[in-house]
């Protein structure tokens, strides 16, 4: 078996997201400050001037307003130079006319890569997989997805699983499989014998005493 590579270690979900300062192509950053009152959905892409990562780079810029409207803040990263950030940004733009107003992290050092678990030897020594990060307003990892380098994002699912966790947070229940805004959301479990009985005698939606669901 081989020896984990501690330097390279992923932050779990209910960890809080670990602080860096970086070079990002709106300036500099200090991961923290930025994510302080906010949700962040934190993503790296393997290189610049790659049609994957154009792909879903342009598909993030064009959500911006999306994610604005739910008090999500974009943060993209790859181990590339400022430098090929920037020409990428203006290429993209000028070929599309989309522009990628976010930040996008230069880690030319893999400092902040290895911090978050996105290198993975075994698919590249080099190149940050596609991992998101969605971090919540006080700096705890909420949700973690992992992508190879050839297979793109859903970003449907990326919407769906931020809007789960606001509606999880603000109304205290959980989300059933294949979940979308407006459906019936599952309410805890009772945990004593009098809250078995209240719930009984409730007009949740019974398909156990353990499984009810109700809509918001």
């Known amino acids: 078996m081989e020896n984990l590579d501690t330097n390279n270690t992923m932050p779990r979900i209910g960890d809080f997201a670990p602080d860096f300062e970086a070079v990002t192509t709106t300036g500099n950053l200090k991961f923290s400050e930025f994510n ?18 154009t792909t879903e780079m342009s598909g993030f ?13 974009l943060i993209g990263l790859s181990i590339d130079s400022i430098h090929a950030h920037i020409a990428w940004v ?16 230069a880690d030319i050092d893999m400092s902040v890569s290895k911090l978050y678990g996105m290198l993975q030897p075994g698919e590249s020594e080099t190149a940050a ?21 050839n297979v793109g994002r859903n970003m449907d699912e990326i919407k769906r699983t931020l809007l789960a966790l606001q509606v999880s947070d603000e109304h205290k229940v959980a989300m059933p499989l294949n979940w979308q805004p407006g459906d019936k959301v ?21 398909v156990d005493w353990y499984l009810a669901k109700k809509e918001l």
């Open 186 to 206: 599952i309410v805890p479990a009772p945990k004593t014998i009098e809250a078995l009985a209240e719930r009984k005698n409730s007009n949740l939606e019974m």
């Open 90 to 105: 203006n290429a993209v733009n000028e070929k599309t006319g989309v522009l990628f107003e976010f930040p996008i992290i």
């Open 36 to 53: 302080k009152g906010s949700w962040v959905v934190f993503f790296s892409h393997p290189a610049d001037f790659t049609p994957v990562c």
């Open 129 to 149: 997989v596609r991992a998101v990060f969605i971090i919540d307003p006080v700096g705890k990892v909420r949700l973690v997805m992992y992508y190879p380098l």
């Open 61 to 73: 810029a064009l959500e911006k307003d999306f994610f604005s409207a739910h008090n999500a803040k």
